[in-house]
């Protein structure tokens, strides 16, 4: 079983950057698939990225291709988003989540584990 834990939220201006970090406990976060979802007030949650156990196949959503980075050092057990540029649109909850296996996962019922959540909010 893993346990994630999110940090690194908080306000920024638009055209602004932050970077999310997903803490993870347990021995098999190596060989875990790992994602960023977002859910805004009202809204449904939406993926954002996803990265694949050893880092090798990264895949995003079209709104935040080429502003958002997700990154992985398994010798930390940690998963990262750098999200460059942002926009109003961004602001959200932003969610950790992880699950076993080999491939890639960009919905939400597709992961088994998830982190409690860390807010981001841009101002315009």
């Known amino acids: 079983q893993v346990q994630l834990v999110e940090s690194g939220g908080g306000l920024v201006q638009a055209g602004g950057s932050l970077r999310l970090s997903c803490a993870a406990s347990?021995?098999?976060?190596?060989?875990?698939?790992m994602g960023w979802f977002r859910q805004a007030p009202g809204k449904e949650r939406e993926f954002v990225a996803a990265i694949t156990w050893n880092g090798g196949s990264t895949y995003y959503a079209d709104s935040v291709k080429g502003r958002f980075t997700i990154s992985r050092e398994n010798a930390k057990n940690t998963v990262y988003l750098q999200m460059n540029s942002l926009k109003p649109e961004d602001t959200a909850v932003y969610y950790c989540?992880?699950?076993?296996?080999?491939?890639?996962?960009?919905?939400?019922?597709?992961?088994?584990?998830w982190g409690q959540g860390t807010q981001v909010t841009v101002s315009s």
């Open positions: 989540a992880g699950r076993p296996g080999i491939g890639v996962y960009t919905t939400h019922l597709e992961y088994n584990y």
């Open positions: 347990g021995r098999t976060f190596s060989s875990y698939v």
